[in-house]
Each structure stands twice: as C-alpha cells, then as structure tokens.
C-alpha cells in the first residue's frame, strides 16, 4: 500500500494557520484549510465550491451543503455537514470577499476569479503550504485525513464516519484512520 498523507497535529495545523495569516490572500487561503479539515472536504470537492453552494437566499451560510455528481468524487453527490465552527469561517470568509454572482467559484485564484482553483491547482497550493511550513509528509490529503482520524479518536462509529466521508466502501474509510499511542491508551482504560 501507498504511504498515506500525514495527520496533522494540532501545532502542526496552528503553524498552518499562523503561516497563511502572513501571507496574500490569508482569508481565502485559511477557508480553505479549514474548510478541509473542519468538513473533510477532498480537494476537488473543495475546488468545485462555488458561493451558492454554501449560501441560502438570505446570503447566510448553510447547515449542509448538497454536492452534485460533477463536483464529487466517483460521480456520486453527497452532503456535507457544516459545523458551527465551519459556519463562522465561511460566514467570516464572504463578508470579506464578496462575490459578483453567486455562481462564482467560492475560492478564487490570481489569475481568473471566476474560474478559480482547479483540483490540480489546490493539490499544488497545499503542496508548497506545507512544505513552507516544513511539515513533512502532508498533502492536499492531510486535511481530510486528519478530521476523519479525530472524529474516531472521539468515539465516532465508522459507519458515521464513512458516511461523512462521502465514503462507498467501509474499509476506504477504515484506512484513513491513523491508531496512534494515545488512541490506544484511552482504549485500554475504557475496560
């Protein structure tokens, strides 16, 4: 098997997060961090997302976001819960970067705003993010990797898991979740 992404740690994701706060394009750059790691996004689905995806009518951040087969992966929609944290970063985000039209792309690019990011284009921004952080081994995966991985550290079913994931199979979920020390210590002490 292939060498998976790595989790992020909490010091690992705050030093993320200190990193794009110095930098052009801070408030774009940490909604898309954390969109990933606080919904699990994969990158192309968070490519795909355009401002009518996460708005309601009255240009408030929805509780689900409902992806159709052209923005998800394996040509299956899915929903996306989005947590009260999520909601305020992406609340936070629109205010400070409005859009023309709904149909705009949610996170643009330097070049052409409307097109944005491509899958490609965001997997290379995180590429050089971390390795600007000097975070060995993350990806664009490490994100979603690592919100899965802390969900079942908090005792959340695989099965819920799974379905968060925008999952098919239980064992692909399953191989996301890093077993580390301290998961298994609070396992030991729960008999």
């Known amino acids: ?10 010091q690992e994701l705050r030093r993320a997060l200190d990193y794009v706060a110095t930098r052009r394009h801070a408030a774009r750059n940490r909604t898309m961090l954390m969109a990933m790691y606080l919904a699990g996004l994969r990158v192309g689905e968070c490519a795909a997302l355009r401002y009518e995806d996460i708005l309601d009518a009255e240009g408030l951040v929805r509780s689900e976001i409902r992806l159709d087969a052209e923005q998800s992966k394996g040509r299956y929609g899915r929903v996306v819960f989005v ?15 409005p859009y023309k039209a709904v149909t705009d792309k949610l996170f643009y690019t330097q070049k052409k705003d409307a097109d ?11 590429h050089y993010l ?4 000097g975070i060995e081994g993350a990806t664009s ?3 979603r990797r ?13 099965r819920v898991l799974q379905s968060l994931a925008g999952h098919r199979n239980i064992s ?12 298994k210590r609070k396992a030991v002490e729960l008999v």
Not at 86 to 93: D, G, I, S
């Open 1 to 10: 098997m292939s060498k998976q992404a790595k989790t992020l740690t909490q």
């Open 83 to 97: 947590s009260d944290k999520l909601r305020k970063e992406l609340q936070a985000y629109v205010r400070a970067v």
């Open 116 to 126: 944005g990011f491509t899958a490609n284009t965001l997997c290379q921004f995180f």
């Open 130 to 133: 971390f390795r600007s952080c």
């Open 141 to 143: 995966h490490s994100p």
């Open 146 to 158: 690592t919100f899965i991985t802390n969900l079942a550290d908090k005792g959340v079913s695989v």
């Open 172 to 183: 692909t979920t399953q191989a996301y979740i890093d077993v580390n020390d301290a998961m």
